[in-house]
């Protein structure tokens, strides 16, 4: 998925000042371990480079970390939809973890909104290592709203 950001005046995005606005007002981008690639309406890309505070006992990316890492991404993405301007409770929270991520390593989270409703979404994130290897998929379903 290619997220780097449009030229000003595209018709196609919201500007880039938009998407950003809506990342920066939130908890999760506030946290100077998680970088934002690269953002487009309904899509966000993330990146950080795995710490030992991030690892469990055998020193790898702990999964608790990328279930946050996953709820936090797709969250975003859906936050830079023109449509989602309240709160996002998760639904569903399936996971499949494929590959361990080690202290050093680069990730990138991809996450992107795959069907939004006026009070469902439902949203995608895939971690990568800086090889390009999948790390581990995340899917949930979202509410809107209060």
């Known amino acids: 998925m290619d997220l780097r950001m449009p030229s000003r005046g595209s018709s196609l995005y919201l500007t880039d000042d938009d998407v950003l606005r809506k990342i920066r007002t939130t908890e999760a981008s506030t946290d100077d371990e998680v970088n934002v690639?690269?953002?487009?309406?309904?899509?966000v890309k993330l990146g950080m480079e795995v710490k030992e505070e991030h690892t469990n006992q055998v020193g790898t990316l702990h999964?608790?970390?990328?279930?946050?890492?996953?709820d936090s991404a797709t969250s975003l993405a859906l936050m830079t939809?023109?449509?989602?301007?309240?709160?996002?409770?998760?639904?569903s929270f399936p996971h499949s973890f494929i590959k361990a991520a080690q202290i050093g390593d680069k990730i990138t989270?991809?996450?992107?909104?795959?069907?939004?409703?006026?009070?469902?979404?439902f949203t995608g994130a895939k971690l990568f290592n800086q090889n390009g290897a999948i790390l581990a998929t995340g899917h949930h379903v979202k509410h809107i709203g209060p």
Do not use: M, N
């Open 63 to 70: 999964s608790g970390l990328i279930s946050t890492l996953v």
């Open 109 to 121: 989270i991809e996450a992107e909104v795959l069907k939004q409703g006026r009070t469902l979404a």
């Open 81 to 91: 939809t023109e449509k989602c301007d309240s709160w996002i409770y998760f639904l």
């Open 37 to 43: 690639v690269g953002a487009l309406p309904g899509k």
